[in-house]
């Protein structure tokens, strides 16, 4: 088991930019594929980016692509997620997620096996 700490979200208006943070403890982190997933009030969990182990492949949901980017960082066991251009309908809290080791990344939430508590992005219309 890995345990996933989030920080970095808050308020911040539409266009501006935030960086989330993961720190994983407790396990290997550098053998494991992350994902980024963000949950809105009435709505379902959704896939938002992935990442494989190396940092080498990345993927993102329609909505994000040009405006997200997610990176690690496998010496400070960290997955980060730079938010720019921001909209009101990016506001959710955002998860990270970790796979087993060294399965692939995916973007069904349950291939998923350890989760943080999340942070809250706010960003007002």
């Known amino acids: 088991q890995v345990q996933l700490v989030e920080s970095g979200g808050g308020l911040v208006q539409a266009g501006g930019s935030l960086r989330l943070s993961c720190v994983a403890s407790?396990?290997?982190?550098?053998?494991?594929?992350m994902g980024w997933f963000r949950q809105a009030p009435g709505k379902e969990r959704e896939f938002v980016a992935n990442?494989?182990?190396?940092?080498?492949?990345?993927s993102y949901t329609d909505s994000v692509k040009g405006r997200f980017s997610i990176s690690r960082d496998n010496a400070e066991n960290t997955l980060y997620l730079q938010m720019n251009s921001l909209k009101p309908e990016d506001t959710a809290v955002y998860y990270c997620a970790a796979r087993g080791p060294w399965y692939h990344p995916t973007t069904t939430r349950d291939d998923y096996d350890n989760w943080g508590q999340g942070t809250q992005v706010t960003v007002p219309s």
């Open positions: 990442i494989n182990w190396s940092g080498g492949v990345t």
């Open positions: 407790g396990g290997t982190f550098s053998d494991r594929a």
